[in-house]
Structures are given as structure tokens and as C-alpha cells.
């Protein structure tokens, strides 16, 4: 056990601290009412993750050859805990950078890693997840997204539900049925789908919190060239996976919660109860610090998984918590939050007299659609006890 | 960076599993729990020769000079294992204390006993409140001759009955906390055993009227480092006992079969047991890093002492109480094993500091 950061890494985190310090955008892009002007905020958003690249600031680990340094993982975590604690922006190709990126390292041929990996760093090209459909969201394995193979290509007809930010992603990894006739799990395949191709509709669903962030996606013969294809036909299951266990991961991060247990705190210190802060309330007093201690926990937590992706030990059962306990946690922390504000957790965000900038009201809709997004907490359960405790399958 | 046990606390617990496995095994803890002390001296006998007596006492007391983290890996599987008898009070608590604070003479004096296998410790601090809270102790230390001498009457002290030495919490006239060393077969202590819920941990009341003690050191600061390691200490038993009682619960459900399958193919139990792992994983990280932080003298040593104590020991109860209830009624009988941890878990939660206790510490410590 060293906690010690080298004294290279140490010159490194302030060279990331400095250069946030100057370049970060200062409006239009995270929380703030302007930011939610979707016209001008996506081409904001690029180019802010396309500074980040260039700066030397994105995917740090990935192999030099597709854009990466080949760093190992501590300058990563290193960049990660910088950006959170200047509370830069989310990166607007995360989904890329976070799940299809990694997964196409293991998982791409030379070729499609030639063509896409790029690409996700710099924002160039935008990615959406097409998973769950209207039939299969828990039971994944059961899509019904047909691809049928007619020459060079895959015609692919059927439907996808809950897509986040397909209205303005550039691609799609998606999940189809190549064999309608074998076992659920060995009929699917793994295909990258232009968006702008014919026979996509794309038709946004409006969230609990008010925003268009999640779609349907129809598509009407949608051909897709064969090379499109990642591993092999009706081996996408296992690839599928993978994605999973990246966006898992990415969902869970403890990054974050630390600010939002801050925020949270200072909350309670600027809320009176009876001419008292509420932190002196000895009940909510205590709800605080179990917080405080999840948080701390899951921080110690990550380490110790960086450490062990350091060592080259493979992921274990800490690792299949993490998206369980990260996102419940966040949860509980915005509600805790609604709860210190009294009668001001009536308020939408879009009235003047909402506390805190307003943060609370939709981080709070926001956490508890991440427990179910990337499947539900009572599947990472079942996760869980069948693939890390071995308990028997119920199905 | 390199946050986890190194490849020598990887193999000293491995090792420790091992031979407790062999050597204390739950019929061997229900030996000693039919016992009057509690305390099994072969075992401790064996276990002084491995070294695990003297773990974290310097080398020139006889030690082997290790820090907690070393220890909390022993703790761990000594929760397990549900080891009964003195360790964690004496080895630990004990032999922390003199580490601490003792004059170079008293420590030569209890130490190397200690660290040899040649004497048992142990530490008295609660009182008639039962509470670990400063304010709450009342038991006095005069000045009297070469040393001092204590009057009060303490509670709840783990293994008195078989101690050679107490160490004792005690206020002078100015209400400043102090910690003393009594010799346990002096004038002026009584000791009476208590009858205990968890058989695996015995407590006594230990009566001082103008007993003779020395005094180690005082000052609200050493008391607070006691209670670290205290904390320390019984959150990593509460670990060990945790995973005991998930893996039993775990392996139980794959061959107890109900309408017809394995109830663990049933997800409510399959939630119950996930959700225990979701508790368990991020403690022990922060477990590791309470123990490093005390090893280290961190900043923040105080504050995730008391984090890991508090999560730690509601993880324990919350597990065992999960746990039992797997088991059905099987679990609820005296036959099955799963309540010497379902009970150790209850003993673990308010020895030294019941959670609120401990988050009212961060509280205060994280200036809410």
C-alpha cells in the first residue's frame, strides 16, 4: 500500500490543473440554463472535447496507434479527478470514448479500429448505444431487431427504445438478430449502423425531467455493409457484454459523488430549521455522514480497481458493484438533498426562486433514471449473485 | 499509486486462513464457549508462536514491529473464523496503548510479556453508562507515592478474568483523561464476570478502590488514538465475519431446495446476498485505507478510523441479520453456526463506539 503519486505524476496534475483553469468553458455548457439550448450547445461540445484531445486530455490509455498515448492508467484517473473537481463538462462523445472505444479495442478488426477509434476522440463522430427495444429491455437477449444478410449487406428492420442522443449522434453500435432460429443468446450479432443511412427514424421521447434526452429509433430496411460486422455473426452476445461491463463501469463511477456530497453539505449548512442549520438537526446530522462514508468508501473503492488494472489482475465481483452502488448512491444523495430544501424541492428548475442554482431538482429525476439505464439495480443483483457468487440461474 | 495489500499481507492471509481453518474451527469455538474463561490457551499458545501476539509491537520489545494494516489482515480472518479469547483486546488494544504512550520501563515490563505470549492485556473504559464517550468517565487517579492510585468502577472489559494487566482510563482532579497500567492481581481490583450474549467475547466489571497503577500517558489526543485503533480493530473482525456469514448463507441456498429447485435460484435471496457483496467491497477499501492512514499518521486518520468502524459494524449486523434469515429456520437454532456471528456482529457494533457514535465523530471532525 503507497499512496504516494510520483513526483512526475504530481508535476502532471498540475499541468491538468492549470490548463482547465484556463481553457475551460465558463458558460453554455454544464448546468446552467443557457446550456440547455441544444442548437448551439452541440457544436460547443464538440469542440470543447476536441480541445480536450488535442491538449492530450482524452483516452490516455489507448493504444498510440489510434490516437492514444499508451499512458497507464494512474494519468487517466489523474486527467478524470482534475476534470471533476474543476466541474468541467460531461464529454459529449462519452459514450464512445467510454464503451464502443474499449470494446473495439478487444473486440474491432484492424480495419474498423483504423476507421472509428479516431474519430471518437475528437468528437468527429458521435456514437448512440441501440440496445434495449419495446420487448427487451431486462431480457435483453430476447431483441427482436431483425438483419437479414442480402449480399455485401445486412438489411435490418425492427426497432430501438430509450436512445440516448441518437437525435444528434453521427453512428450507432447496435444489437440484432442474425438467427431468428437459434437459442436466444447465439442469435445476435454486433453491427455499427450510420445513422444517416435510408430508413432510419429517429423520434425523440420526452424524460421525466422535461428534456428530449432518449429516442426511438426505427428502422425500414436499413442496409448495412457486412464489414460493419464486429467478431463474429451470432457472437455479438459476448461483445455486447463487454460494452456493458465499460458502461457499467462509466455509470458507476465514484468520480462525482465526492462533488455532489459538497454540494450537498453546504446545502444543509445554508438551510435553517428552527433558527439552526440542519446539519445541527442530530438525524439528518448522521444521514450526512453515511453519505459522506458511502462516498469515501467508493472513492477507495476505485482506487483499489485501479490499482488492480495496474497489477493486470482481471475484474472480480468489486467490479460487478460498481454501477449497483455508484448510482444508487448519487440517487440518494439528490434525495437527500430534495429533503434538506423543505417546501423549495416543490420547485421545477425553472423557477427563479429554486435553491442552488437549481441543480437538485433535475439531478435528482436524472440519478434514479442512471439505476435503471445500463439495467436496472435488480438485475446488477442478479448479476451479482450468479456471476460473482454462483448462485443457480433462475431461468 | 498502489492501493491493496502487498504480495506478504496477500500470503499472511492466506496463511492465517489456513491455519485457523485447521485450528479453529466452529467446533473448537464452541469448546471454548462451553468454557468459564473463554480462553483457549493451546491455541493462543500456537498463535504466540506464529507471532501474531507481538504483530504490532516494536522489535525491541520483542515484537515483530508491524502496522495495522499487517494486523487488520489477522483481524479479518480472525473474524472469520469467529476466534474466541483476549487477541484483539490485548494484542491489539492493549499492547496499542504502551506502544503509545508507556515510559521505555513499562513497556519492557507489559510488552514483551505480551508480545511472548507471557501475558495477557486488556483495557478498561467504560463505566455505569456504558458509553465510550470521555464524558462518561468518571473513575479517579490520585498521586500517591511512587505512582497512582485508581478508584472507580469499570464495565463491560474484555477478558479481565484472565488478564495480567489492566490498562484503565482515569480522570485527575482537573477531569483530565489519563490512561494507567494495573497489574490485575493487585490490591484494590476486584473482577466479576459478566454473563455474555456472545460467548466468544467475555466481559467483566473490574472494581478499583485505590488501586495501584502507573500512568502511561493522558491528554484527549491519546485517548482519540485509541479509539482509532479500536475502531480499526473491530472493523476488520466485522469484515471477516461478514464474509463468513455470506459465504455460508451462499452455500447453503445452493442445496437447500424449495419448490423444487435450490432457493438460491430464487431471486430474493439472490438480492439479499448481492446486496451484502455491495456492502462489503467498498468497505474493505476503506478499511485498508483507515489501517494505512494510522500507519502513516494521514491527516485524515482519525476521521476514516471512525468511517470504517461505523460501516463496517452496520454491514456486520445488517449481513448477519440478512444471513440468518436465508437460512430459515434452521438458522434460528442453537445446532447451526450462523448466530456466534450473528452475535459477535452485535458485541463488534457497540464495542468502542456504537456507528452513531463514530459518524457523530466525523461529524464533528468534518466540521458539519
Redesign the interface.
Known amino acids: ?5 510520483t513526483p512526475e ?1 504530481e508535476a502532471f496534475r498540475l499541468k491538468v490543473r492549470s490548463w482547465l483553469a484556463e481553457n475551460m468553458p465558463t458558460s453554455g455548457m454544464s448546468d446552467d440554463r443557457e446550456g440547455r439550448d441544444d442548437k448551439t450547445w452541440l457544436a460547443r461540445a464538440k469542440a470543447w472535447q476536441r480541445r480536450l484531445y488535442e491538449a492530450g486530455y482524452i483516452a490516455l490509455a489507448w493504444p498510440k496507434e489510434y490516437g492514444g498515448q499508451a499512458m497507464d492508467p ?1 494519468r487517466q484517473s489523474i486527467v478524470n479527478d482534475e476534470m471533476v473537481r474543476a466541474k468541467a463538462p460531461y464529454n459529449v462523445g462519452a459514450s464512445g470514448l467510454g464503451m464502443l472505444g474499449p470494446t473495439l479495442i478487444s473486440w474491432g478488426s484492424e480495419e474498423q479500429k483504423q476507421r472509428y477509434l479516431p474519430k471518437i476522440l475528437t468528437a468527429e463522430e458521435i456514437w448512440c448505444q441501440g440496445y434495449s427495444e419495446p420487448g427487451a429491455g431486462s431480457d435483453l437477449a430476447s431483441l427482436k431487431t431483425r438483419a437479414e444478410i442480402v449480399g455485401d449487406e445486412f438489411v435490418v428492420n425492427g426497432q430501438k427504445v430509450w436512445t440516448s442522443g441518437a437525435q444528434y449522434a453521427d453512428m450507432m453500435f447496435c444489437l440484432v438478430r442474425t438467427d431468428p432460429e437459434a437459442p436466444k443468446h447465439r442469435g445476435i450479432s454486433y453491427i455499427l449502423i450510420d445513422m444517416r443511412t435510408p430508413g432510419i427514424t429517429v423520434r425523440p421521447l420526452v424524460q421525466m425531467t422535461g428534456d428530449r434526452g432518449f429516442n426511438e429509433v426505427f428502422f425500414d430496411n436499413v442496409r448495412v455493409p457486412r464489414k460493419n460486422l464486429v467478431a463474429k455473426l451470432n457472437e455479438g452476445w459476448i461483445v455486447a457484454n463487454a460494452t456493458l461491463f465499460h458502461e457499467r463501469n462509466m455509470l458507476g463511477s465514484a468520480s462525482g459523488s465526492e462533488q455532489r456530497f459538497n454540494r450537498l ?1 453546504a446545502l ?2 445554508s438551510i435553517t430549521r428552527g433558527g439552526r442549520p440542519l ?2 438537526d442530530s438525524v439528518f ?2 444521514r ?3 453519505l ?3 462516498v ?3 472513492r ?2 476505485a ?2 480497481q ?3 488494472q ?2 493486470g489482475k482481471n475484474p472480480g ?2 467490479a ?2 460498481n454501477k ?2 455508484g448510482t444508487e448512491l448519487n440517487h440518494d444523495l439528490a434525495t437527500a438533498a430534495m429533503e434538506a430544501m423543505g417546501d423549495y424541492s416543490m420547485l421545477s428548475r425553472d423557477d427563479e426562486a429554486a435553491l442552488d442554482h437549481a441543480y437538485w431538482p433535475y439531478e435528482w429525476m436524472f440519478s434514479l433514471g442512471l439505476v435503471i439505464g445500463g439495467g436496472t439495480s ?1 438485475i ?3 448479476i ?3 456471476r ?7 431461468r | ?6 504480495e506478504e499481507q496477500q500470503q499472511l492471509k492466506e496463511s492465517a486462513r489456513a491455519f485457523l481453518s485447521g485450528e479453529c474451527p466452529t467446533t473448537f469455538v464452541r469448546k471454548t464457549m462451553a468454557t468459564g474463561e473463554g480462553y483457549p490457551r493451546e491455541l493462543y499458545d500456537h498463535i504466540a508462536k506464529l507471532g501474531w501476539r507481538g504483530l504490532i509491537v516494536p522489535e525491541k520489545f520483542g515484537g515483530a514491529g508491524l502496522g495495522m ?1 499487517d494486523m487488520a489482515v489477522i483481524l479479518e480472518e480472525g473474524g472469520y473464523a469467529a476466534m474466541p479469547g483476549p487477541f484483539l483486546f490485548s494484542s491489539v488494544l492493549a499492547a496499542s496503548a504502551l506502544k503509545l504512550s508507556g515510559s521505555e520501563q513499562l513497556k519492557a515490563k507489559w510488552l514483551t510479556p505480551l508480545a511472548e505470549g507471557k501475558a495477557i492485556g486488556t483495557v478498561a473504559i467504560v463505566e455505569s453508562a456504558g458509553s465510550i464517550d470521555q464524558r462518561d468517565i468518571n473513575a479517579t487517579a490520585t498521586k500517591g507515592g511512587a505512582g497512582f492510585h485508581l478508584t472507580g468502577a469499570k464495565m463491560f472489559v474484555p477478558y479481565a478474568n484472565v488478564a495480567d494487566f489492566v490498562v484503565v482510563a482515569a480522570k485527575n482532579n482537573a477531569r483530565e483523561i489519563s490512561l494507567f497500567v494495573a497489574d490485575a492481581k493487585a490490591p484494590g481490583v476486584t473482577i466479576r464476570s459478566l454473563k455474555n450474549l456472545d460467548l466468544t467475547r467475555r466481559v467483566s466489571n473490574v472494581e478499583l478502590k485505590g488501586a495501584p497503577a502507573e500512568q502511561l500517558g493522558g491528554g484527549d489526543d491519546l485517548f482519540a488514538k485509541l479509539i482509532d485503533v479500536a475502531a480499526i480493530a473491530v472493523a476488520a473482525d466485522s469484515l471477516g465475519g461478514t464474509e463468513r456469514a455470506l459465504e455460508m448463507a ?1 452455500d447453503y ?2 442445496v437447500r431446495e424449495q419448490f423444487g ?2 432457493i ?4 430474493a ?3 439479499a ?3 451484502i ?2 456492502d462489503v ?6 478499511l ?2 483507515a489501517a ?1 492512514a494510522q500507519d502513516t499518521g494521514a491527516a485524515d486518520a482519525e476521521r ?1 478510523a471512525s ?1 470504517a468502524k ?2 463496517l459494524c452496520d454491514i456486520y449486523s445488517r449481513g448477519t441479520d440478512r444471513a440468518v434469515l436465508m437460512h430459515g429456520g434452521i438458522g434460528f437454532t442453537w445446532e447451526h453456526d450462523m448466530h456466534l456471528w450473528f452475535k459477535r456482529a452485535r458485541f463488534n457494533e457497540s464495542y468502542f463506539g456504537s456507528p ?1 457514535f463514530h ?2 465523530r ?2 464533528v471532525l ?1 466540521a ?1
Open positions: 500500500m503507497d499512496l504516494q503519486f505524476e494512474v453539505l444543509a449548512k446539519t445541527e446530522r448522521q450526512l455522514v453515511e459522506e462514508i458511502r469515501e468508501a467508493m477507495f473503492h482506487l483499489r485501479l490499482t488492480d495496474i497489477r465481483v468489486e460487478m458493484i449497483l452502488v435488480h446488477q443483483k442478479n451479482i449473485a450468479e460473482g457468487l454462483k448462485m443457480p440461474k433462475s | 499509486m498502489d492501493f491493496g495489500l502487498s494494516l451462499v441456498s445452493k429447485k435450490p438460491g435460484s430464487f431471486q435471496l439472490k438480492h446476498a448481492a446486496e457483496v455491495a467491497e467498498p468497505a474493505r477499501a476503506m485498508w485505507y494505512y476514516v468511517m461505523a460501516r452513531s459518524r457523530e466525523v461529524a468534518g458539519y
